[in-house]
């Protein structure tokens, strides 16, 4: 059997806020007061250690101040002013329009009468062309023609009737 080493048990201290810089007796590293952030400051706890602590919650950034104001370029204004001027157009064209529709109808079915008529005459001409043509008679074309001898020389006439 062997003997175990016997070990001293001890607990764990309590832990304790670091002290500030200006506590006397500590060595550690210092810190101003300037250096404090915004919403610390020096506390003295109930046990008489003095300590940095969040006293109030952090504050929000301040808003960021609103731009100054800048003078309407004029390009702007231009289109301004011209906007109700380029709508009354509209309105007044739209007007215009829907008092014209009823003899603008009527000038599109004129203009769809000629279209036709024009398709119709191309297709028609053609065709009463070439019927009056075979309404004469062929012209007919006679031809004599006579020779004397093996070799001799022919002579003819040409008729047409």
């Known amino acids: 059997m062997h003997r175990e ?12 806020p670091r002290p500030l810089a200006h506590t006397p007796g500590w060595d550690g590293p210092r810190m101003l007061p300037e250096e404090l952030p915004p919403g610390v400051q020096v506390v003295t706890l109930p046990g008489g250690i003095r300590t940095l ?7 929000t950034p301040a808003p960021e101040p609103a731009p ?3 003078p309407i370029p004029a390009w702007a204004k231009t289109t301004a ?21 009823p003899g ?7 203009l769809w009468s000629a279209v036709a008529l024009i398709a119709a ?7 009463v062309l070439r019927s009056a043509r075979r309404s004469a008679p062929p012209a007919q074309i006679t031809q004599n023609i006579t020779a004397t001898g093996l ?7 040409i008729n047409h009737r």
């Open 151 to 157: 070799f001799g020389r022919a002579n003819g006439t």
């Open 68 to 70: 100054a104001v800048q």
């Open 5 to 16: 080493t016997p070990y001293k048990i001890t607990t764990a201290r309590p832990l304790t």
């Open 104 to 110: 603008l109808i009527a000038m599109s079915q004129a």
């Open 53 to 59: 602590a969040y006293t109030q919650h952090p504050t």
């Open 121 to 127: 005459g191309a297709v028609a001409v053609p065709l």
């Open 81 to 101: 002013l011209l906007a109700p001027t380029v709508g009354g157009g509209i309105a007044a064209a739209s007007v215009g329009l829907s008092c014209a529709a």
